[in-house]
């Protein structure tokens, strides 16, 4: 697979994550700042992003297909309880509400 350069990552700025993720800013300082310090993220103009090296490392590798298999368990799951996943989404909101 392959990763599109830094250049064409979409930067995003700590506001932004803190207001999509619902948490303070200060937090969200504190988390990137420990991110930046371990090379997760790199600042660039126009915010932050994850360097096509990170993303492309074995430790992230594994990460993504781990979670990508847990996802894929819990659709299964769903579907063996009666879950109709086909609908707009109102069904599983339901289901989790």
Same mark, same amino acid.
């Given at each position: 697979m392959r990763l599109p350069p830094d250049e064409l990552r979409r930067p995003v700025t700590g506001v932004a994550l803190a207001a999509t993720l619902g948490i303070p800013n200060e937090t969200v300082r504190r988390k990137v700042k420990g991110l930046i310090e371990q090379g997760l993220l790199v600042r660039v103009d126009g915010g932050l992003i994850v360097p096509t090296q990170v993303m492309a490392s074995e430790k992230m590798t594994r990460l993504t297909r781990?979670?990508?298999?847990?996802? &894929? &368990?819990?659709f299964i799951q769903l579907r063996r309880i009666g879950v109709d996943l086909s609908d707009d989404g109102a069904e599983l909101e339901a289901a989790v509400a």
């Open positions: 781990a979670s990508f298999l847990n996802l &894929r &368990r819990l």
